[in-house]
């Protein structure tokens, strides 16, 4: 009998030790089970206004040819506009009819012109993942930094963005070569998708009174501490200028930033002197002289020996004209040799004038009061001229002279109370554009 019950003892232990044992497996598998539940990281798919905002998410997914992005919910492709297509041809592809199309174009008025669509912009379809495959959103990239969103969920919508901007600062140096340029030595360092719009501002907002970019020569030298833009790691274009130091026959002239004026910032020597003048170098951005003042010369239309007394910049035609100082419209029309022209009196000793033209910009006309820099005209070839150029004529005391062996009028230098504030400023942009030269 004991031999009985202590088999059955043994049993019912040995039993509930396999039960245990299991059941503390199963409760192991489980808790790791567990354990990898919470490891797992489950990615949720942006939604269409992120899409939108931050553009599509790195994914090593393979899609469909013609795909770019795709959730359960919606289908994301990308194309570029073609040559002659309207944005109402691309709609149609993703099956927008004529009443939403009608809706967008009262939607856009006064935010974008569905005409200005260029081709060879770039464009992001948003589709809806069914059977219709509908265009819930379109958005047109207007420049590498700003796009249009043409919005078709519920109410037909249109509104602009704008892309986030990386700003990264940057020094450069170098020593203009014979036969070559700032934007040649800019070019070698730079690139030219960058160097233009440096020397553009170098040439037009800093320098612009001081130099004549026309003339640099082998040997000038410069340093420019500036800013770059960048959007998803993409060159979009030059920021700011903070300083420049360049040297042009044997004299250096620096430039610094300086906001003295809540509204805007000017350009100031080592000693405070303001580097803008009461007259621009010339009435161009930048283009090509292609003719000097000179007291004799032969026309190059009549062959006749006569004084040129202006300054010819050849530039494409429809190239803005600037008025080279603050004054006052006297002359805005049209003459058999001038062509379309405008004259401007700035004072009682200075009077320019602007020949040529391919039109008088609207609202030019004679008593109208015009800012430094205002365009008052566009580049043509009217009147007695062999191709596109504006002849910049320029008065000093009723005579015609050459502007650029004029000693033209400065502004007013920094005010004595800002000495201590730019001084500052001047000091630290002194050690970044040393930097570049150690």
């Known amino acids: ?72 919910d919606y289908t994301v492709i990308e194309g570029v506009v073609d040559p002659g297509q309207a944005i109402t041809h691309i709609l149609k592809n993703y099956n927008i009819g004529h009443s939403e199309i009608y809706q967008l174009e009262q939607a856009s008025k006064g935010i974008f012109d ?51 901007i990386e700003i990264r600062t940057r020094t450069v140096s170098g020593v203009i070569q014979q036969g070559g340029g700032l934007w040649v ?15 553009m501002m170098l040439a037009n907002d800093i320098y612009a009174w001081t130099i004549d970019f026309f003339r640099i020569q082998a040997n000038d030298s410069f340093v420019v501490y500036f800013e770059e833009k960048f959007v998803e790691d993409e060159f979009v274009g030059i920021g700011t200028i903070f300083a420049a130091s360049f040297t042009h026959k044997g004299q250096t002239i620096n430039a ?38 000179s007291r004799n010369r032969k026309h190059p239309v009549t062959g006749r020996w006569k004084g040129h007394f202006g300054t010819d910049y050849a530039a494409p035609t429809g190239t803005p004209i600037m008025s080279t100082a603050n004054g006052t419209i006297t002359v805005a029309g049209y003459k ?35 800012k430094q820099g205002d365009i008052i005209g566009y580049v043509g070839s009217t009147g007695l001229a062999t191709g596109p150029h504006v002849c910049y004529r320029f008065w000093k005391n009723g005579k015609q002279v050459d502007p650029y062996t004029q000693k033209l009028p400065p502004s007013l230098p920094l005010k004595e109370e800002n000495t201590e504030a730019f001084n500052k400023v001047r000091d630290e942009f002194i050690v970044k554009l040393n930097e570049v030269i150690k």
């Open 1 to 72: 009998m004991r031999k009985i019950l202590f088999k059955i003892i043994t049993i019912f232990i040995i039993s509930a030790i396999l039960i245990y044992c299991n059941t503390d497996s199963t409760n192991i598998k489980g808790g790791k089970n567990s354990r990898e539940t919470l490891n797992t990281i489950k990615v949720i798919p942006p939604t269409i206004d992120e899409i939108i905002v931050d553009g599509i998410p790195n994914d090593t997914t393979q899609f469909e040819i013609g795909i770019s992005y795709e959730t359960d």
């Open 114 to 164: 569905l005409r200005r669509i260029q081709s060879g912009k770039g464009y992001t379809v948003i589709c809806s993942k069914d059977s219709n495959s509908i265009a819930q959103c379109l958005v047109y990239e207007k420049s590498k930094t700003e796009y249009i969103v043409f919005d078709f969920r519920d109410t037909v919508k249109v509104y602009k963005g704008e892309k986030e």
């Open 185 to 199: 030595s800019l070019s070698k360092q730079l690139g030219e998708n960058r160097s233009p719009a440096l020397v």
């Open 256 to 293: 610094f930033r300086f906001n003295e004026n809540e509204k805007y910032a000017d350009y100031f020597d080592e000693n405070g002197a303001n580097l803008r003048r009461a007259f621009l170098k010339a009435p161009l951005d930048f283009y090509r002289i292609s003719s000097k003042f």
């Open 336 to 370: 058999k040799n001038n062509g379309n022209y405008v004259k401007v009196r700035h004072n009682d000793t200075y009077t320019t004038q602007y020949l040529h033209m391919s039109k008088i910009k609207k609202g030019i006309r004679k008593g109208v009061y015009v």
